[in-house]
T-cell receptor
């Protein structure tokens, strides 16, 4: 049961442009959402998060938007840089549960 | 920052043998550690939640007797793949949360173990 879905397996963007990565979830109990970044042969590293009481959280070039009614969140990276090329995982957690559920990931390639 | 060390990073074993993967939190104590498995082009699938001093909680469909988890201390959890088969070949990743952290705190991940069963 895929509770967190990232329907785009890959995304290619030109350097300097905006990258938009999308994530959908099905479990209405999720109340905290995180984005992780993963390089090859490494474990994921935390990037940015958002609580369900907010609809936007910004950290430098990274902004996460949450649309609770649509059960959808997105990660915006602007301007995109070649070093941003990685796999991005969307994750969600619920207050009544200790674990964290991940999407399938989106491979972002930023071309110079 | 919090560091999780996972060892080995890569292992090749023969079918029928057992392989142990270690996950250590180096600069924090983790009451709970999580074991994930990643298939090609698939999400990180939670296999089990490892609880220090008690039995692990396995996700539906994960064989307890095949994937043995031991969390003997606040800094070490091990996953043993018993009687490995080629279909067990995968990328296994552990993660941990500081024991003082709340449910929505980011997890700290190890670098993963690439298991190949021949």
């Amino acid at each position: 049961d895929q509770q967190v879905k990232q329907n785009s397996p890959s995304l290619s963007v030109q350097e300097g442009r905006i990258s938009i990565l999308n994530c959908d979830y099905t479990n209405s109990m999720f109340d905290y959402f995180l984005w992780y970044k993963k390089y090859p042969a490494e474990g994921p590293t935390f990037l940015i998060s958002i609580s369900s009481i907010k609809d936007k959280n910004e950290d430098g070039r990274f902004t996460v938007f949450l649309n609770k009614s649509a059960k959808h969140l997105s990660l915006h990276i602007v301007p995109s840089q070649p070093g941003d090329s990685a796999v991005y995982f969307c994750a969600a957690s619920a207050r009544n549960n200790n674990d964290m559920r991940f999407g399938a990931g989106t491979r972002l390639t930023v071309k110079p | 920052g919090a560091v999780v060390s996972q060892h080995p990073s890569r292992v090749i074993c023969k079918s029928g043998t057992s392989v142990k993967i270690e996950c250590r939190s180096l600069d924090f104590q983790a009451t709970t550690m999580f074991w994930y498995r990643q298939f090609p082009k698939k999400s990180l699938m939670l296999m089990a939640t490892s609880n220090e001093g008690s039995k692990a909680t396995y996700e539906q469909g994960v064989e307890k007797d095949k994937f043995l988890i031991n969390h003997a201390s606040l800094t070490l959890s091990t996953l043993t793949v018993t009687s490995a088969h080629p279909e067990d070949s995968s990328f296994y990743i552990c993660s941990a949360r500081d024991q003082g952290a709340i449910y929505n705190s980011p997890l700290h991940f190890g670098n993963g173990t690439r298991l190949t069963v021949t």
